[in-house]
């Protein structure tokens, strides 16, 4: 299976900073990776399909890159809604499998 | 718009059966692949299975092989999972999500608000 790893696990930030995760996968993927957004108690939300591109609906202060085995997500300026955490997704290989995620919290 | 409500979860003891299904509106659900992920209590997302679109070829994740069965009704928008054997371990929100395409390589677009299945005697 491909292990996707998450890092920071969590971080805390302040409204208004630019935060970025990454995320690496064991092996390479090409460009078949996700991003999802999920707030306590309610179902993920997609953000970003294939490395880079915005899911509909998606805002642009949303971005992706990274391409084999190393991936980004930047928020470019944090605002309270953005409070959550964050999953890689790699869909290359069955079985699908996703990072352990990232809990952005407020500092 | 669209819509995946999930249904069928519960109180189960170990060794149990249940069945959970998916009901799709909004878009033309025999074109696109369709998931199942879970996630444990305060723990995080794990795919357990997928089917492809209209071909309705069938994937598995480990945990799932040999339990849980996957599939969908195209004439009634559903997607279902029957999962049989059930063990503690296998208590989690489960959600449907809908692929961008219509192979389970591919993304999701969309999720459902999830059910909850408790195994517990």
């Known amino acids: 299976d491909i292990q996707m790893t998450q890092s920071p696990s969590s971080l805390s930030a302040s409204v208004g900073d630019r935060v970025t995760i990454t995320c690496r996968a064991s092996?390479?993927?090409?460009?078949?990776l996700a991003w999802f957004q999920q707030k306590p108690g309610k179902a993920p939300k997609s953000l970003i399909y294939?490395?880079?591109s915005l899911q509909s609906g998606v805002p642009s202060k949303f971005s992706g890159s990274g391409s084999g085995t190393d991936f980004t997500l930047t928020i470019s300026s944090l605002q309270p809604e953005d409070f959550a955490t964050y999953y890689c997704?790699?869909?290359?290989?069955?079985?699908?499998?996703f990072g352990g995620g990232t809990k952005v919290e407020i500092k | 718009e669209v819509q995946l409500l999930e249904s069928g979860g519960g109180l189960v003891q170990p060794g149990g059966s249940l069945r959970l299904s998916c009901a799709a509106s909004?878009?033309?659900?025999?074109?696109?692949?369709m998931s199942w992920v879970r996630q444990a209590p305060g723990k995080g997302l794990k795919w357990v299975s997928g089917?492809?679109?209209?071909?309705?070829?069938?994937y598995y994740g480990d945990s799932a092989k040999g339990r849980f069965t996957i599939s969908r009704d195209n004439s009634k928008n559903t997607l279902y999972l029957q999962m049989n054997s059930l063990r503690a371990e296998d208590t989690a929100v489960y959600y449907c999500?809908?692929?961008?395409?219509?192979?389970?390589?591919?993304?999701?677009?969309?999720w459902g608000q999830g059910t909850l299945v408790t195994v517990s005697s």
């Open positions: 999500a809908k692929g961008k395409g219509s192979t389970v390589t591919t993304s999701f677009s969309d």
């Open positions: 909004g878009f033309t659900f025999s074109s696109y692949a």
């Open positions: 089917i492809s679109g209209s071909s309705g070829s069938t």
């Open positions: 092996q390479g993927i090409s460009n078949f």
């Open positions: 294939a490395a880079s």
């Open positions: 997704q790699q869909y290359n290989t069955y079985p699908l499998t």
